[in-house]
């Protein structure tokens, strides 16, 4: 499970990201809302960790930014603004739950797990290029309608590509979209991890390339040679 924490406070966000890893999830930090932004449009989160007072403006935008975006999301609030006016408006905007701070990490444990099991209600949304699918609700692969099945990782970058398909995408955005956008990153891992994919869609499918642009980025084409 993949986990998106908008969270300015280095202390919290350093605890909480030790503590939800330890546990099994995989999470982004951003400490700002306009980080944020970039986070839920290049990428797909199972839940949406959110903290209301943020350095450029109210956590609270968020919501109506996944709603306008088209981009519906699980939100757990997080924040000092505990009293019962700011939990019942948290709720009537779309959040799952809220939990004022401070909180246990403990019980913040349980309510995401509570809050995954509620459902998001979203329009099934299918992306295509040449023999290659991808379904954006279940994050599934397939060629030719036979299941693409992929590590992790390589999922990731290929989830990134495909949502530009022909369009360059730079290297930093796909290590962002991999590794996180707070994590170091060596400057081969990312070829390794595109080097991997090439191999099990070449197993798949001879019309679907990942073009390289020299220290620059990659794109997904079809029926195209490698640079």
């Known amino acids: ?3 998106l924490l908008i969270e300015d406070d280095e202390n ?3 605890t909480l990201v030790a503590y939800l890893e330890k546990h099994g999830f995989v999470v982004d930090l951003a400490p700002t809302l ?3 932004k970039v986070a839920v449009m290049e990428n797909s989160f199972d839940l949406v960790l959110l903290d ?3 350095p450029d403006g109210e956590g609270m935008t968020m919501l109506r930014y996944f709603e306008e975006n088209g981009r519906p999301q699980r939100v757990i609030l ?4 505990g009293d019962v006016d700011d939990r019942v408006h948290g709720l009537e905007c779309g959040a799952q739950d809220y939990i004022p701070k ?3 990490p403990r019980e913040l444990l349980v309510r995401i797990r509570n809050a995954l099991r509620q459902p998001v209600t979203t329009e099934r949304e299918i992306k295509t290029l040449g023999p290659l699918q991808y379904d954006v ?3 599934a692969f397939s060629v030719n309608g036979e299941a693409l099945n992929l590590r992790r990782t390589e999922a990731l970058v290929l989830e990134a590509l495909i949502a530009r398909p022909a369009t360059l995408v730079p290297r930093e955005s796909l290590e962002s979209k991999v590794y996180g956008y707070d994590k170091f990153v060596t400057s081969n891992s990312l070829e390794s991890q595109v080097s991997r994919l090439r191999k099990s869609l070449s197993e798949h499918t001879d019309s679907i390339k990942i073009q390289t642009v020299r220290g620059m980025g990659y794109r997904l ?3 195209a040679a490698d640079e």
């Open 52 to 54: 209301r007072m943020l």
């Open 34 to 36: 306009a980080v944020a």
């Open 102 to 104: 401070p909180f246990e």
């Open 137 to 139: 609700e279940s994050r």
């Open 1 to 3: 499970m993949r986990l």
């Open 78 to 81: 997080l924040t000092a603004l």
């Open 221 to 223: 084409v079809e029926d």
């Open 12 to 14: 919290i966000a350093e």
